[in-house]
């Protein structure tokens, strides 16, 4: 069965990804004094399915491990919008630029020669710390319901919410 296909039919859907721990420690922060207070973070991956699955369910649990770290899911919040292929000069980025934490915020859409561009602006809140951390391998894949392969390193993926 194709993930679109999965993405509709699943209501229990959530999102799984990588992030610097900087990043989600000043996401928790901002967290613990409005949960509804949206962060953007970027990713230079088009995250078309999980725009389907927001579009489809509303938003969606999302789940993060630490690059460079163990791999275990550290965090979880709340995906909130996704927004493919972002110009800098459309109102919709700069909307959802307006949201970046401060330890991203001069990052633009990596604008600057060599570097990949900004394939998606996603926007997530009520981020946490887990209480009870779990190896990332412990999610099933929506699409056929394997495990996270032990190398994922970038990129996201859907996953069967826990």
Known sequence: MRLETQVKQNSHCAIFSRNYSEHLDEAV???NQNPRQPITFR????????KK???T????????ATVGDSNLVRYEGN???VELNPELNLQTAQDLLQYCIKSTKEEGLWEEVGKVKVKTLYVISNCRNL???????HLRKLL???PIDD???YGYALVYER
Request: proline share 5%; hydrophobic share 35%.
């Open 144 to 146: 056929d319901g394997s």
């Open 53 to 55: 699955a927001i579009k």
């Open 151 to 153: 190398n994922f390193s």
């Open 43 to 50: 990713s230079s991956v088009i995250w078309s399915s999980a």
């Open 79 to 81: 995906l909130e919008q």
């Open 57 to 64: 369910h509303g938003q969606r649990k999302i789940y993060f």
């Open 29 to 31: 922060e901002i967290s």
């Open 131 to 137: 209480s009870s951390p779990f190896p990332f391998t």
